[in-house]
């Protein structure tokens, strides 16, 4: 309870001109008014004012005026400066950049130019042209098919491949597992994939396994991949050519004609090629047919792959198609999306999820790369190889795999990429190639010549040639070149 004022008449008491003694000093009207007003100024902050109202003779009448009650008073409080409110984050002003590349970006061989840079180590954007905007990626994709692998197979997986038990005697079944690196080749021979499984030791397994009895018929069972074995937007040529085979969950080799060629033309029925190879391991006069294994048979024999850590960095360094396909088909079935090109994209972007980058606008047609309908943002791209970078989770396994500039081997080591005026990269950029017919592309990571190490991805899509190369390798070099200092403008 507040304190009473002494200085504040009691409701009900002598008025202040009742107190005093009588006065002959005559006053004006309008004086009077004045001396009331002022009084009641005064006696307002007291809680009661007693003011005279102005008679014709000069007298005044009182009038109580109630007094507000003490909740109704605010509490006077000091005046201070207005203050501005604190920003929620820290405003930090960006260097002023001044290393332009803009006439490299300008150059025709680029085609539709996209492009984004990013100083790995304070993720600031230095250098985007359409870095938003998702497009074909070729074989970058493979990228994003390899960090799905690691993330929904683990880095220590193995496609096995089995023989079980047939329904007749005297029968066996060869059960493909998706590993399209089984070899033909004699187990003391590597193919093409070093460290691959060997039909031979298969063979020899699954004799051991019949205890004598004679085998008199194979059937071949590739269930595991649903049809089609062919993407319908690839062109075949891909096939004849030797880039890309059938996928089909048993095969050897990658179905190359040469098992020992990383380019080498395929076959149409790569199913066929295992089996008569799988027959020729088992000895003379097997029958061969295709079909599924009977429910719960006995497993006779078994063989497995490389790890996934090594099948990503033998698909990235050379950018094997075959592999590449077999590792988003191994995603799409191990993470229980289905087992056909249709299902890769939901498992592959299932996988990427727990890098927690946004996926907005990826569009993911195959494991590969090769078919236009793909579509990437490069800023995807930078911030995937920043984690990259970091070896966050399992991801150094693709550090470890990809090309390098100058390096002694995989597609940045050919003569016509990062040579003369920018051989000065040498060491110090390491990236996936792409190509396709409508364009290239090259993603990575780049320890610049001032220390800093960026990330960056460059498309030069369209109707461009092969030069597109090396206009990409010479942007590039400018990335290198400038560092930190790498201006937007």
Not at 152 to 164: K, Q, W
Not at 355 to 370: F, N
Not at 387 to 395: D, F, H, Q, S
Not at 420 to 435: I, L, M, Q, R, Y
Request: aromatic share 6%; charged share 15%.
């Amino acid at each position: 309870m507040d304190t009473p004022d002494p200085t504040v008449p009691e409701p009900g008491g002598p008025s202040a001109e009742a107190t005093e003694q009588p006065t002959k000093l005559v006053v004006s009207s309008r004086l009077k008014l004045i001396i009331a007003a002022a009084v009641a100024f005064v006696l307002l902050g007291s809680g009661a004012v007693w003011a005279g109202a102005a008679a014709g003779d000069g007298s005044a009448e009182p009038v109580e005026v109630a007094a507000p009650t003490a909740s109704a008073i605010p509490t006077p409080t000091a005046a201070g400066p207005e203050l501005r409110p604190a920003p929620a984050v820290a405003t930090v002003a960006s260097p002023l950049r001044t290393c332009s590349v803009a006439d490299l970006a300008a150059d025709s061989r680029l085609g539709e130019f996209q492009a984004q840079v990013v100083n790995a180590g304070t993720g600031e954007v230095l250098f985007d042209r359409g870095g938003g905007t998702a497009s074909r990626a070729a074989s970058v994709l493979k990228v994003l098919t390899s960090a799905a692998a690691l993330s929904v197979l683990g880095p220590d997986y193995r496609a096995t491949t089995t023989v079980v038990a047939g329904s007749e005697p005297g029968q066996v079944v060869l059960v493909g597992g998706g590993d399209l690196t089984l070899s033909s080749t004699p187990t003391s021979d590597d193919s093409f994939y070093d460290g691959a499984a060997h039909l031979d030791d298969l063979a020899e397994q699954t004799r051991a396994a019949m205890g004598g009895t004679a085998i008199t018929s194979v059937v071949l069972d590739s269930s595991y991949f649903g049809d089609p074995a062919w993407e319908p937007s690839w062109n075949r040529k891909e096939q004849t050519q030797g880039y890309m085979p059938l996928i089909t969950a048993l095969q050897v080799d990658g179905d190359r004609d040469n098992p020992y060629n990383s380019t080498s033309a395929r076959s149409d029925d790569p199913v066929a090629r295992a089996g008569a190879a799988f027959a020729d391991e088992l000895g003379g006069g097997v029958s061969v047919s295709v079909g599924t294994a009977p429910a719960g048979a006995g497993r006779l024999a078994a063989v497995q792959s490389q790890p996934v850590s090594t099948l990503i960095q033998q698909s990235l360094i050379v950018s094997d198609n075959a592999l590449a396909e077999m590792l988003g088909r191994l995603v799409a079935v191990e993470g229980g999306t289905g087992n056909t090109f249709a299902a890769i994209q939901p498992a592959v972007l299932a996988g990427l999820a727990e890098y927690g980058i946004d996926t907005t606008g990826i569009l993911i047609a195959d494991g590969s790369g090769l078919s236009d309908n793909n579509a990437v943002p490069p800023a995807y791209l930078t911030r995937l190889f920043q984690k990259i970078n970091a070896r966050e989770g399992n991801l150094g396994v693709i550090f470890d795999g990809l090309p390098v500039a100058g390096g002694a081997t995989g597609s940045l080591s050919y003569s016509d990429r990062f040579s003369g005026p920018n051989a000065d990269t040498d060491g110090s950029v390491f990236a996936k190639t792409g190509w396709i017919d409508t364009g290239y592309t090259l993603s990575g990571i780049i320890n610049a010549a001032d220390g800093s190490t960026l990330t960056f991805a460059v498309y030069a899509l369209g109707d461009v040639g092969d030069n597109a190369k090396q206009a990409i390798d010479t942007i590039t070099t400018g990335f290198f070149r400038c560092g930190n200092n790498l201006s937007n403008n």
